[in-house]
């Protein structure tokens, strides 16, 4: 079903309003998110992706990440549960986490995987050993995560030979890649995504059985039905290390209270360029960390919210 692309506008946003917790709700009530990523050489990364999700609304949190560095992340995210787990020679998870984690489907409102990880084919067997473990649990995918689609579910293994058009996720998810990690996951050539996004988008959406919100100057998200929506905005002091671990974790903390897997992937691209364009006022377009654009979260929720 192809229809027009809509623009995410602050009136597409007000019209589209987010789940509210009722006023006596618990933290369960506003969204358990669960976090898996983080790696020795990367433990940055889950702890960006924690906070913005905090940010963005979530009421609770567990973060679960390498043995080696979850006591740092517990101490620099005093909010959450930190569990830790076995890891591989390639930095990677081992096949346990998926048993452990278990252990918290239905439970959690949401889960975010990815942020941080490394060891590409363990990560991906883990994917695809989470998935069944956590049906009907909202999941999104970003960064090494996102290659559960090239692997199938092979154990170590990502095969790059296999027809990926056959792949398909049994129940949607919601995957952020950029130009660059779309050509990899397709075979695609990088220019050619960049210069026409919506296609790009909208196939791989329809490959996957996924919402894929394929990010750049102008951002693409687009579900498996053919709906489809783009947003432009923000600025170039966005392209900065830790970006995206930022925005998997607004998407994932607006999951966690409630939102579609497309409403959250809209309303957190959008809160995600405005934090740009705060942060750059402040300081300029260059310069502003990526550490600083959770912390502008709370007050445009806020602005955007209906009238």
């Known amino acids: 079903m192809n229809q027009d692309t809509i623009d995410i506008t602050a009136r597409t946003l007000r019209q589209w309003a987010l789940p509210e917790p009722s006023f006596d709700d618990d933290k369960e009530g506003r969204g358990h998110i669960l976090i898996v990523g983080g790696a020795k050489e990367m433990p940055g990364a889950v702890m960006l992706a924690a906070t913005?999700?905090?940010r963005a609304g979530a009421g609770k949190l567990t973060i679960a990440?390498?043995?080696?560095?979850?006591?740092?992340?517990?101490?620099?995210?005093?909010?959450s549960r930190v569990i830790g787990l076995a890891?591989?020679?390639?930095?990677g998870f081992t096949l346990a986490a998926a048993r452990e984690l278990g252990d918290l489907a239905g439970?959690?409102?949401?889960?975010?995987?990815?942020?941080g990880m490394q060891d590409d084919a363990a990560t991906a067997e883990l994917v695809h050993a989470l998935l069944p473990r956590f049906a009907g649990t909202p999941v999104v995918l970003d960064a090494a995560a996102m290659g559960a689609v090239?692997?199938?579910?092979?154990?170590?293994?990502?095969?790059?030979?296999?027809?990926?058009?056959?792949?398909?996720?049994?129940?949607?998810?919601?995957?952020?890649?950029?130009?660059?990690?779309?050509s990899y996951l397709t075979g695609r050539d990088k220019k050619d995504i960049a210069a026409a996004p919506e296609e790009a988008a909208r196939e791989a959406a329809q490959r996957w059985n996924a919402i894929v919100a394929l990010k750049g100057a102008?951002?693409?998200?687009?579900?498996?039905?053919?709906?489809?929506?783009?947003?432009?905005?923000?600025?170039?002091?966005?392209?900065?290390s830790g970006s995206g671990d930022a925005l998997a974790g607004i998407i994932a903390g607006l999951v966690a209270r409630g939102a579609a897997l497309e409403q959250a992937a809209a309303w957190g691209v959008a809160l995600h360029a405005?934090?740009?364009?705060?942060?750059?006022?402040?300081?300029?377009?260059?310069?502003?960390?990526?550490?600083?654009?959770?912390?502008?979260?709370?007050?445009?929720?806020?602005?955007?919210a209906p009238a």
């Open 52 to 54: 913005a999700a905090l």
């Open 65 to 79: 990440t390498a043995a080696s560095i979850a006591p740092l992340v517990a101490m620099a995210i005093p909010e």
């Open 87 to 91: 890891e591989t020679a390639g930095g």
């Open 107 to 115: 439970k959690a409102s949401a889960l975010l995987v990815g942020p």
């Open 150 to 182: 090239k692997s199938q579910g092979e154990p170590h293994l990502l095969d790059e030979t296999k027809d990926m058009k056959h792949f398909r996720f049994a129940e949607p998810v919601l995957l952020t890649p950029h130009a660059g990690e779309l």
């Open 218 to 240: 102008t951002t693409v998200i687009a579900a498996p039905d053919g709906r489809q929506w783009q947003h432009q905005g923000g600025n170039v002091g966005l392209a900065i």
């Open 274 to 304: 405005s934090a740009g364009e705060q942060l750059s006022i402040r300081y300029g377009v260059l310069g502003y960390l990526a550490r600083e654009i959770s912390a502008e979260v709370p007050a445009l929720l806020r602005t955007l």
